[in-house]
């Protein structure tokens, strides 16, 4: 298989994008799923999705086209991979994560889901659909985020120590808002063909965050913000590479401290505001 090129405007590696490729599979009857259970840990308490016979799919989806296998049969896929899929919708791990949680949604619209997300959000009934699904996976990453962190969150105190209390109180303390801690939109220059949505933890704290493209290309107005569409004609994002976003300097998210073209300083630091971020 010939191995794809990936251009200076691609947030994502060539290596990267081969490692996409898989094949759906054949097996046998899974037990009832829970969404985020092996996605996340044995210990999460998310909503079931579908218990379906598995299919037999043996297609193949080279290269930019490795998305379309969860979208041809996401049964055929472990929890570990699919959090959840639904007619409309498949939810994914992402394979090479660039925050502690990264997520992506999936339509299974074959009229939308191999355009851009330009064009395919012009249709309002669509845009809305899709606005939807993610604030409910928002919700999802915003759990998943308490159930890591929590402990260590000095705004989770007082919920924690509720938690802990015997009896517990009969209502829980609201605790730490972590919607406001996830952020979600596509790549203004998306590196995979099927329409995809971001949905990921602000940290920008993972192994697979490599060089100044993969931060930049969540850092920067790179990333577009689902809620923004429909987009003006005349809106600078429509042209990234112009823009020059994944080549820009790097800055801190959270701080603003800015490191230019330093990434090896930036990740340090980015480890440091890892520990903090946490804790607030």
């Not at 959090?83 to 498949?90: L, P």
Request: aromatic share 10%.
């Amino acid at each position: 298989m010939a191995k794809p090129q990936a251009t200076d405007q691609d947030a994502i590696s060539a290596e990267e994008m081969t490692g996409t490729a898989v094949q759906s599979r054949s097996t046998t009857t899974p037990k009832k799923r829970t969404a985020f259970s092996e996605l996340m840990s044995a210990k999460s308490k998310l909503p079931a999705s579908p218990s379906k016979a598995l299919k037999t799919a043996p297609s193949f989806f080279p290269g930019r086209d490795g998305l379309g296998a969860y979208l041809e049969s996401p049964g055929s896929f472990p929890p570990s991979r699919v959090i959840y899929y639904t007619d409309d919708f498949v939810a994914i791990n992402d394979m090479y994560p660039k925050s502690s949680v990264h997520v992506l949604l999936l339509p299974r619209d074959t009229s939308k889901n191999r355009l851009h997300a330009f064009d395919a959000f012009e249709d309002p009934i669509f845009l809305a659909k899709v606005q939807a699904e993610v604030e409910k996976l928002r919700r999802l990453v915003a759990k998943e985020l308490r159930r890591r962190f929590g402990k260590f969150s000095a705004q989770e105190q007082a919920r924690e120590d509720a938690m802990d209390a015997d009896p517990p109180p009969d209502k829980l303390p609201r605790g730490r808002d972590w919607e406001k801690d996830v952020i979600s939109g596509i790549h203004s220059r998306p590196s995979m063909n099927h329409l995809h949505i971001h949905v990921l933890s602000v940290d920008r704290f993972n192994d697979c965050v490599k060089h100044r493209k993969h931060y930049n290309s969540f850092a920067t107005p790179f990333l577009v913000d689902v809620e923004d569409f429909p987009l003006a004609e005349d809106d600078v994002r429509r042209d990234p590479g112009g823009q020059n976003y994944l080549y820009s300097d790097l800055i801190c998210w959270r701080c603003g401290r800015k490191f230019g073209s330093k990434f090896a300083s930036l990740k340090q630091h980015l480890a440091q505001e890892f520990e903090e971020w946490k804790k607030q």
